[in-house]
């Protein structure tokens, strides 16, 4: 099993400041299968990149994911304030699929 | 608009037996990769299950010999049939159409497994 380990747990920002959340893998993911997914509480997750650096359909351009292999980072440019979440990272590798523990974005 | 509806959450003992529904528009179930996600209170996203445009499944330790996925074409609907309930499956749990990755998710519904 892959097992992610995101880092921070909790970052505390201000709206327009610069978000950097990471994703560390067990494991090697191959052909950079790795998702990252915002989630407010009540609602639905919801799809922000896709194939390590893809934003999904509709996610702003401020949202940027990249790396490779073991090491993965998404990164907020200028938080506005629905951007203040949990945010967690997803590889579709292997099986199980697995998700990070979350890192929560919080208004400081 | 795609949009994923689930249904049939409720309190539970321990060790009973639930059928979670999940109503798809939008697109054929048929077609596609599905699966169910959950996230215990206070805890992280957990995958569960999936079941292939195939027909094929697979599913987490945690609940495999217990819990079954399926569909019906017909009524475009995804199922989990979950027995042999835990305290530990208490969750709300979703509902997502994959495209490797998760792509359009539910709002969920909730299961609370107690005494």
Known sequence: EIVLTQSPGTLSLSPGERATLSCGASQSISSNYLAWYQHKPGQAPSLVIYGASTRGSGVPERFSGSGSGTDFTLTISRLEPEDFAVYYCQQYDSSPWTFGQGTKVEIK | ?115
Request: with cysteine; net charge negative; charged share 20%.
């Open chain 2, 1 to 115: 608009e795609e949009q994923l509806v689930e249904s049939g959450g409720n309190l539970i003992q321990p060790g009973g037996s639930l059928r979670l529904s999940c109503g798809v528009s939008g697109f054929a179930v048929s077609y596609n990769d599905m699966s169910w996600v959950r996230q215990a209170p206070g805890k992280g996203l957990e995958w569960v299950s999936v079941i292939y445009s195939g027909g094929g499944t697979d599913y987490a330790d945690a609940v495999k010999g217990r819990f079954t996925i399926s569909r019906d074409n017909s009524k475009n609907t995804l199922f989990l049939q979950m027995n042999s309930l835990r305290v530990d499956d208490t969750a709300v749990y979703f509902c997502a159409r994959v495209e490797g990755h998760f792509d359009v998710w539910g709002q969920g519904t909730t299961v609370i497994v107690s005494s």
